[in-house]
């Protein structure tokens, strides 16, 4: 050490020699000193080499040493300033974030409430449904549930809910971290939300002391208190209070209240699949409930079964026998403390999922406020009841269904979905799609005069065949040339199929949609005799917009829902809006009064002005009557569930109607539909996109022997009556001479509706039997047009006239 010292002590020494040397003119190393300029002094020639060679000589050692010892003589810088230093800066970030996190942690410890509370805690009246007048129609409490202990729960039923909501529930402590993992890369991966992160425990918690925001707060507040609970409490405990108390759908809360619900049987004598479906529910009671979407709880059921399976708790021979069993449903209703009008709130209840969040369901304590008015409701039961009980097995039809709406605001005042709740609990009002029949010829026809044609004109009824779809009258007898009204009085099939296509698809499925049609239409010829299905609170809706002089208004039953602190969570709104021209509805108005004064609908003459449409399906499969006075619109439909023919009228569905409605209108004051326009210079107020088809025929007006003849292939209408060359309408405002619409799509059509009988002085001509010939083909020279399908035939029914009532 002491040699070194001493070695270093002469590089120092030499070094500062070096320094103290006359500096040269080779520049130093040195930086911290400027440079100085100096005077050029003339030196004598001879000593000029000299001197140089001296100088160069002690620069060269000098910077030779000074790079030896820089390393070891170079001056110690001090430390930075704190606040330049970046370790400083993320060491004080760190630890303000922890110290914020604890004190949000106490923060939000001390506002959590006392987990001791789940031993007693129990749901407030979990859901009061109240008629318009306030008198409470259903009431679901404490009192009417079952609650079992966890060993009353099957193995089976404890396996599939840990499989389905919590597989880790053994082995975390009340938050699944990993279980939040896998549920967000298995959400990234598909795109949607198909896992959820929540324990069965953070459930629990939620359920029993938290509020239904979506927050983070609430989620951190969850976790707190699932921690604190499973501190607390044995895992069995938990998963017992679970059982009991998760929101299962269709008014159900707890596994005993959804096994009665769905399949009117207690949780021990539930099998495999029946208990994989009932664990699927949780997530979305309302997507996933299999009285509302079959389908989708037979999905849900079968992911619930693979989750058994990989889990370990069912062998693989097990999950594909429960897989391959069909949905085998024998629903019941809850058990309540009080019920009133239960198909009315069976639509309640499955209206709330569209109002109220599914956090707000599962909380309970809801009251909804509706808009039923009850003595109506007992008028409608007792209506719908004796039409099944007096003419259905007289004219073999099991079930009825009634609809009754204010046409002003919407709001549903008597709802009947079938006769006798206790034996059958599907709606069949809201969910039963049926086809139409005649009803929806009204639709057809409201496009028609919207687009400017007008109702009387005239349109050739006789034998005819369109692209190889043959619509056929009542009894195949045909009256010649005819009106539109007196077409839609008489329910007359070929004119309404050549409406249609003048008119066009497109604006007549936009009409309906717009009237409040929301079923699936189908653009092909059948359409206007009613092929594609809807539901009778659709149809009676779209039939409210013509009450209503051309405004739609959303049917609802729903006018207010109150949480359990009285706080208004939703109150309804529903705008009228125009979707046809007052004009248009008018005169639709006028011409369905005519179908109850002198046509098919007269069984619902109830001694003031009444407009309607009969309607029937093939076969008789369906009967209808849809009808309205400017304060009530109502709609009536009789058939059978497994879709058998009847061999019954619509006429039976009008009287129905006419049954009801004679109660509801007492008091009520009479109002006359509004003003009829004139026919003169009308405009359309949309306009018509016209079918152009490939191949049309008509025949004679006498009654059918065999095949339609091809005297006449033209245009179908009358030449020489309003409907002029120009189309009876504005060429500028309602039609478009170039927007022709393609035949009939190339889709198999559906069944074609059958026509309802015409009234009893109306005695159809007997068709002689013969064999029909093939359709004439076209010529081979012109252009090839994609083909439209051949529609069935509707074969002709053979309906009796109806009975005047």
Request: net charge neutral; with cysteine; glycine share 10%.
């Amino acid at each position: 050490m002491a040699k070194f010292i001493s070695r270093l002590r002469g590089f120092s020494a030499k070094f500062n020699n070096a320094e103290s040397a006359e500096p040269g003119p080779i520049a130093s190393n040195d930086q911290s000193q400027p440079k100085k300029r100096r005077k050029k002094v003339p030196k004598p020639p001879g000593k000029r080499l000299k001197s140089n060679v001296k100088q160069l000589s002690t620069q060269a050692v000098a910077r030779v040493e000074r790079s030896r010892l820089a390393p070891i003589l170079r001056p110690f810088r001090g430390p930075k300033p704190l606040h330049q230093n970046r370790l400083f800066w993320l060491g004080l970030g760190l630890t303000s974030g922890i110290c914020a996190l604890g004190i949000g942690w106490w923060s939000l410890e001390s506002t959590l409430p006392d987990t001791g509370s789940i031993f007693t805690f129990v749901r407030d009246g979990t859901l009061t449904i109240k008629a318009a007048d306030g008198t409470i129609l259903q009431q679901s409490g404490p009192a009417t549930r079952e609650k079992l202990t966890i060993r009353q729960f099957p193995k089976n039923t404890v396996e599939a809910f840990i499989a389905a909501e919590d597989r880790r529930f053994y082995k975390h402590k009340g938050v699944d971290y990993q279980g939040i993992v896998r549920a967000a890369l298995s959400n990234v991966v598909s795109g949607d939300l198909v896992q959820g992160g929540s324990t069965i425990t953070q459930q629990v918690a939620r359920i029993v002391f938290l509020n239904q925001e979506r927050s983070i707060t609430r989620k951190l507040k969850e976790a707190m208190l699932a921690r604190e609970l499973e501190r607390q409490m044995p895992k069995e405990q938990i998963l017992e209070r679970y059982l009991n108390l998760v929101y299962l759908g269709s008014g159900a809360y707890g596994v005993a209240d959804a096994a009665w619900v769905y399949f009117s049987k207690p949780v021990d004598k539930l099998t495999l699949p029946e208990t994989a479906m009932i664990a699927g529910l949780p997530p979305a009671p309302s997507v996933y409930s299999p009285l509302v979407n079959p389908d989708s709880a037979v999905k849900r059921r079968n992911v619930v079964l693979q989750r058994m399976f990989d889990t370990g708790y069912i062998s693989k021979a097990e999950m594909e026998t429960a897989i391959a069993t069909p949905l085998q449903l024998k629903p019941s209703t809850p058990k309540r403390l009080v019920i009133e009008a239960p198909y009315f709130t069976s639509y309640i209840q499955q209206e709330l999922p569209k109002y109220v969040s599914p956090e707000a369901l599962e909380l309970g304590g809801l009251t909804v406020e509706t808009t039923l008015n009850r003595q109506w409701q007992k008028t409608a039961e007792k209506a719908i009841k004796d039409a099944v009980e007096l003419d259905g097995s007289a004219e073999g039809f099991s079930q009825a269904a009634l609809v009754s709406l204010d046409p002003r605001n919407g709001e549903v005042k008597a709802l009947v979905g079938g006769n006798g709740y206790g034996k059958s609990q599907f709606n069949r009002a809201t969910q039963a799609q049926r086809q139409p029949g005649s009803t929806f010829k009204t639709l057809v026809y409201t496009s028609a005069i919207a687009a400017g044609f007008s109702p009387t004109d005239g349109y050739l009824d006789a034998q005819y065949t369109v692209d190889g779809y043959k619509p056929q009258n009542y009894g195949k007898t045909y009256r010649g040339w005819v009106s539109m009204r007196d077409a839609l009085t008489y329910s007359v099939n070929v004119v309404a199929v050549k409406v249609l296509i003048d008119v066009g698809f497109d604006p007549v499925v936009k009409m309906a949609k717009d009237m409040g049609i929301r079923s699936k239409l189908m653009p092909t010829y059948s359409l206007a005799l009613g092929a594609s299905e809807v539901n009778l609170l659709e149809l009676t809706s779209a039939y409210g917009t013509l009450a209503a002089q051309g405004n739609a208004v959303t049917p609802h039953g729903i006018t207010r829902i109150l949480n359990r602190q009285g706080q208004v969570l939703y109150s309804a709104d529903f705008k009228p809006k125009r979707v046809v021209d007052k004009g248009t509805a008018s005169i639709l108005t006028w011409m369905l009064e005519g179908v109850v004064q002198s046509g098919t609908g007269r069984p619902a003459q109830v001694g003031r002005p009444v407009a309607g449409k009969t309607g029937t399906s093939e076969e008789a499969r369906d009967l209808w009557f849809i009808g309205y006075i400017p304060q009530v619109v109502t709609g009536v439909w009789l058939g059978n569930d497994n879709n058998d023919p009847t061999w019954g009228t619509s006429g039976t569905a009008a009287h129905t109607w006419r049954e009801f409605m004679t109660k509801v209108v007492q008091g009520m004051p009479v109002q006359k539909f509004p003003e009829l326009p004139s026919f003169e210079g009308r405009k359309g107020s949309i306009k018509a996109k016209p079918v152009t088809p490939k191949r049309e025929l008509s025949g004679s007006t006498a009654p059918e022997t065999g095949a339609a003849n091809s005297e006449s292939s033209g245009g179908g209408y009358d030449s020489e009556s309003s409907y002029d060359s120009g189309g009876g309408y504005d060429s500028g405002g309602g039609y478009d001479s170039g927007g022709y619409e393609d035949a009939a799509p190339s889709e198999p059509a559906p069944e074609p509706a059958a026509e309802e009988a015409p009234p009893s002085d109306y005695a159809p001509v007997e068709e002689a039997p013969a064999e029909e010939a093939p359709v004439e083909e076209a010529p081979a020279e012109e252009a090839p047009v994609e083909e439209a399908p051949a529609e069935p035939e509707p074969p002709a029914d053979s309906e009796p006239a109806p009975p005047a009532f």
